[in-house]
């Protein structure tokens, strides 16, 4: 079975437990409904600085998609409005929203919530559980340069999932300078330290690869 969506969107309130010391203040919040429109702005707020993966527009898009072909979303926030654990599940099996997709799946989060979100994992393990009708989880994608992946590990330990971190390297940006024409030439004469990665690259064969992420780890 699939996680089943709240009538209207609105979202669950799992609550701390009696005698949680975890640090979780008021309630975490599950939205389980296909339609995240009501989570556009504070989506926005939180992922504020952040990649385009970590984005609203692009969480909307991937649900559109997936939403349709057996996706339920699960979607964990703070009732404070600080962090977004952008999940989903299908045939009983949890993982974040984008996976298999997304360059590198994360938290939206500003970085500064990394130690608070690691001192929550052990409570928000907890909400997870009480949420219905998922019985494993996966995470695979996570940079490895994330500040999250304290936060990470321990939730994964706390579920008995394995994390799988894969390096992330992103396509630089060289942005042209005022006057320069578009040509090999001029991208080696103001660009040499990136004309000469780029030449190391084509020498190695590594142009016009692709390869699955576990064979780039």
Known sequence: GHIGANAGGSPTRVTATKGDRSGISGCVRVHQSPELAGLAELWGAVAAGQSCFQRFAFARTWGQVFFRHGVTPLVVHDAEGKWILPWAARDGVLFPMGHGVFDYVDAVAPDAAAGSLEARAGALARALRRCPNWRRMEMRG???????????????????????????????????????????????????????????????????????????R
């Open 142 to 216: 996570l940079p490895e340069d994330s500040p999250f992946l304290g936060f990470w590990r321990r939730l994964a330990a706390e579920l008995g999932a394995e994390p799988a971190i894969t390096p992330f390297a992103a396509c630089p940006l060289l942005r042209r300078r005022a006057g320069d024409a578009a040509t090999v030439e001029a991208f080696a004469r103001n660009h040499g330290r990136a004309e000469e990665r780029l030449r190391q690259a084509e020498r190695r064969g590594w142009l016009g690869r692709l390869e699955p992420a576990a064979e780039r």
